[in-house]
């Protein structure tokens, strides 16, 4: 019921900048959480930032002060402005949807970030 559409992944050299974006649609949000996830070859998908109604963020410790998650909730979208990029950061990233009343997840089709050296 709620479906997410991701965009701006690529690839960049080391040290550039990307800003990731995920629409969501299909429900008429009141409490929940947006976040991204990323998951690279041979690791666990992990959590990178996350938002919750109250604008109150996450950030993973390997990107606290490189990235930085927002929303604008008139468009009902998440982003995730990502800066001082490293090869190590280079994976899939997902757009998650977790509503915090019923605890339901929905997500993204991911969108590849690679970052070069």
């Known amino acids: 019921q709620v479906q997410l559409v991701e965009s701006g992944g690529g690839l960049v050299q080391a040290g550039g900048s990307l800003r990731l974006s995920c629409v969501a649609s299909?429900?008429?949000?009141?409490?929940?959480?947006m976040g991204w996830y990323r998951q690279s070859p041979g690791k666990q998908r992990e959590l990178v930032a996350t938002i919750n109604s109250g604008v109150g963020t996450i950030h993973a410790d390997s990107v606290k002060g490189r990235f930085t998650i927002s929303r604008d909730i008139a468009k009902n979208t998440v982003y995730l402005q990502m800066n001082s990029l490293k090869p190590e950061d280079t994976g899939v990233y997902y757009c998650n949807w977790r509503s915090l009343v019923s605890s339901r997840d929905y997500w993204g089709q991911g969108t590849q970030v690679t970052v070069s050296s």
């Open positions: 299909g429900s008429i949000f009141n409490i929940y959480a």
